[in-house]
């Protein structure tokens, strides 16, 4: 465990983003080191063999990678593959039993973690016929260790279509040994080739029903009682590949026991049994990038007679959603909980890509709450692939659309989540997940003045105010409803009090025909011109703000013309010059018509009508009397109001 721990520590120091230990480590011929670590196996004791964990080999494997990455230039590659090539001539030097075994795993564990470097080591003259050759002898150990390399090595489209030729049928030899494990391992190779041909529903690379047969068989391996933990993971790793194919997904979900044993296997948090776990869920969610088909192109596909790929009538949207409910029934979101202990970056974004398609399904997302996917999505969030923090940020934003942000961020969370949301806002992100982002925000911003300031000190207000100008509807609402929650903030009317146009945004927001756009915006004015007497001059800054209030007194929507009328009131009250510059137009006619409105519906509206007039009465802008001689023109104005609001 000593050992685990220090390479993941390596792991994390070796990027150049951190303290770039990269080249140093090769320079120490590290690499060896982490060799000798990936050619243990838990199973073979030689005299100076070392005690691993199941998870030693995926974690320098994921070291190695790692260390890879920051080789970016030839020279550097050519000393990384010149240490490792060495390794591998030291051991070969030497063919007995032990270095055989060993040379094997070690080239398995290459092919899991640098793949280049694992390819550039097969390719070499000999290499691939030796693991074909101890693939074929009687012992069961070198045919154990073989099929684990022949399955890595079949990683790529290309190399798994060369193994077909020549692995296939060593892997039919080996599936019918009376060894369980080789049984097993030679199961995953032969569902690896199957596989081949993706999500194409037209390439078979075996004959018809042979899938489901393997499927079955994996399915066996995984819910027999007594199964060691090893023979499990290699099913789960082999039902990985078939769930590519979406009549095998539709079988495995309906096999309750089959999706509990994958979770019970999840949820040992074994990095090895990791990526079998968690592809398979990737794909029985439909978590993957799926490419555009654009209609045009595949026209002239058909011209040219190139293959165009076709997708399984049984991947429509209404057999994921019900593949998702599912998974989430079942307890999915433990077994993911556990897995994210890794430190592969790929790893946390197939992870973060379940989880988003999880919460895809509003009545899945309390569950996720309650068995701690949050805790672990906002570390994915922020430390992860590029698309894999876009999954997990966008599954976040859609529990906080629909749960409340205390029960699903409690504590410090509901501050810690406003980043991930913040990054959701980016012009090349589409505009379901600025969406998305922009209402779990509206609802955070609601919460209290902590999260309010911590959107403003992520720069959430000039990102804000960019979607209030958006041309998208939904957008332009969403963003408006947000601003409206923000302007409960001191610091946001102070910023709404200086030289600039926001005032002048949100009360030309409020002539828009969306009637939620209008509401928030009219709300947030409420809001402003009540405690802000700088917003109540800055209401007619706009050159058609009798326009606007026009809009606002003779709305059809009662919501938005009590708000209009709210803002009347609070100029009139803060200021005798603002409020004689309103009654020297035609709205005090029209608020006098408003008064005499017989409408349940406005009666909020109505009494804020009569209280505005009783207001300019009081500053002596109109006279008691003066209502006779209005009364005439008042009523044609009150009738044409009617009217226009009628209409």
């Not at 060495?86 to 398995?108: G, M, N, Q």
């Not at 190399?159 to 030679?186: D, F, P």
Request: proline share 3%; with cysteine; charged share 25%.
């Amino acid at each position: 465990m000593a050992r685990d721990s220090i390479m993941e520590l390596l792991i994390r120091n070796v990027h150049w983003k951190t303290l770039n230990w990269a080249e140093r480590l090769v320079e120490l011929k590290g690499l060896l080191r982490l060799l000798d670590v990936c050619s243990e196996l838990e199973e073979y004791k030689y005299e100076s063999a070392m005690n691993i964990t199941p998870s030693s080999r995926t974690i320098a494997a994921v070291c190695l990678a790692r260390i890879y990455e920051n080789m970016y230039y030839d020279a550097a590659r050519e000393r990384f593959t010149e240490q490792i090539a060495e390794f591998v001539k030291d051991k070969l030097l030497t063919p007995d039993h032990e270095s055989k075994v060993r040379v094997t795993v070690a080239i398995t564990s290459l092919l899991l973690g640098p793949l280049d470097a694992g390819n550039t080591i097969v390719s070499r003259e000999g290499v691939l016929q030796m693991i074909l050759a101890m693939a074929q002898s009687d012992n069961v150990l070198e045919q154990k260790v073989a099929c684990e390399c022949l399955i890595a090595a079949a990683s790529k489209k290309d190399k798994a279509k060369g193994l077909v030729q020549t692995g296939a049928e060593i892997l039919k030899k080996l599936y019918a040994s009376k060894n369980e494990e080789i049984r097993v391992r030679a199961l995953v190779g032969l569902c690896k080739i199957g596989s081949s041909g993706g999500l194409d529903a037209s390439i078979r690379p075996f004959a018809d029903g042979s899938t489901k047969k393997l499927a079955e068989a994996c399915r066996r391996f995984l819910v027999k009682p007594g199964k060691d933990k090893d023979i499990r993971k290699f099913a789960a790793e082999g039902l990985a590949y078939l769930t590519l194919d979406a009549e095998v997904k539709e079988k495995l979900v309906e096999d309750r026991p089959a999706i509990q044993g994958l979770i019970e296997l999840a949820k040992t948090g074994d990095q090895s049994a990791l990526y079998g776990v968690v592809t398979t869920l990737v794909n029985l969610v439909n978590a993957y990038d799926k490419q555009e088909m654009v209609p045009e192109l595949v026209e002239l596909a058909k011209f040219a007679k190139h293959h165009i790929p076709e997708e399984h009538e049984l991947d429509d949207p209404d057999f994921v959603s019900a593949r998702i409910i599912v998974l989430a029934n079942e307890g999915v979101t433990s077994g993911l909980v556990a897995l994210c202990k890794t430190e592969s970056d790929n790893s946390k974004e197939m992870i973060a890509r379940v989880f988003n398609a999880l919460c895809s399904e509003q009545e899945v997302r309390g569950k996720v709450v309650q068995q701690g996917g949050v805790k672990v999505l906002l570390p994915l969030s922020l430390n992860c692939t590029a698309n894999g923090k876009r999954h997990a940020a966008q599954a976040l934003s859609r529990i906080g659309i629909t749960i409340n942000p205390e029960v699903a961020f409690p504590g410090q969370r509901n501050l810690e989540v406003i980043r991930p949301f913040m990054n959701q806002l980016h012009p090349e992100y589409t505009s379901l997940e600025n969406f998305e982002a922009l209402m779990a925000l509206c609802n955070l911003a609601a919460m209290n003045e902590s999260t309010r300031q911590r959107i403003l000190k992520e720069h959430g207000m000039n990102r804000i105010e960019e979607y209030m100008a958006e041309e998208h509807t939904m957008l332009r609402r969403a963003a408006t409803q947000v601003m409206c929650n923000m302007v409960q903030s001191p610091d946001v009317i102070a910023g709404l009090e200086k030289p600039n146009d926001r005032v002048k945004l949100l009360a030309l927001l409020c002539e828009e025909e969306d009637e939620d756009t209008a509401l928030a915006a009219s709300g947030a004015l409420a809001y402003v011109t009540a405690v802000s007497e700088r917003c109540c001059e800055k209401m007619f800054e706009p050159s058609s703000w009798l326009e606007i209030f026009h809009t606002l007194v003779a709305n059809p929507s009662p919501g938005v013309q009590h708000r209009g009328m709210v803002i009347i009131r609070n100029i009139i009250k803060t200021s005798q010059t603002l409020a004689s510059r309103l009654f020297d137009t035609d709205l005090l006619q029209m608020l006098f018509g408003v008064t005499q409105l017989n409408d349940e519906r406005r009666g909020p509206a109505i009494e804020l009508a009569r209280e505005c007039l009783k207001l300019a009465e009081e500053y002596r802008l109109i006279q008691e009397n003066a209502d006779a001689d209005l009364a005439p023109d008042v009523f044609k104005q009150q009738e044409a109001t009617i009217e226009e609001i009628d209409n």
